[in-house]
């Protein structure tokens, strides 16, 4: 894929019969947030920068993901030390036993409370082990951080549209 820089970004695909450009609004989201993502992942790394991303996890594959982390994992990579705080919902990021891109050090949780509070606590307070399977572990409710659902109330909200 290589970027054509226009009057707006382009995209050039290699396809069947070659390469074929696309204008933006036929870009996947997942695309179009890479793109207009890059940019400032690149300019942290480069300065040695704080990057703080909001549900970085957000129409990104996994595998996109994993490589954003991996590269502010990188020494080579990230030579001047920048930082990438994020918040996200996917829990393969926790990964499971030691294949785990993310220290346990370097996983926080969040929290609310009954009156809408938040609270936001390390994983090693509840001193995980190396080989735990932290994704399941997590989804199981072992460390907080997971939202009270209450499925009464879904279906009352379904009934109300039905209606």
Known sequence: MNVVF???VRLKHQGLVGEVSLEPEFESQGTMVWVGLIGSVLDALDGGHV???????????????????E???????????AQLIFNAHDVSILGDSDQSIL???QIW???????GATS?????????????????????GRFGAVPVINPGEARSGLELVDN
Do not use: I
């Open 6 to 8: 226009e009057d707006s």
């Open 51 to 69: 990057l703080l991303a909001d549900e970085l996890d957000a129409s990104l594959h996994p595998h996109l993901v994993k490589l954003l982390l």
């Open 71 to 81: 590269m502010f994992q990188d020494p080579s990579l990230n030579q001047r030390c």
């Open 103 to 105: 220290g346990r050090d």
């Open 109 to 115: 949780l969040a929290q609310k409370d009954s009156g």
């Open 120 to 140: 936001v606590y390390p994983l090693v307070d509840f001193g995980p082990r190396r080989d735990e399977a932290l994704a399941r572990r997590y989804l199981q």
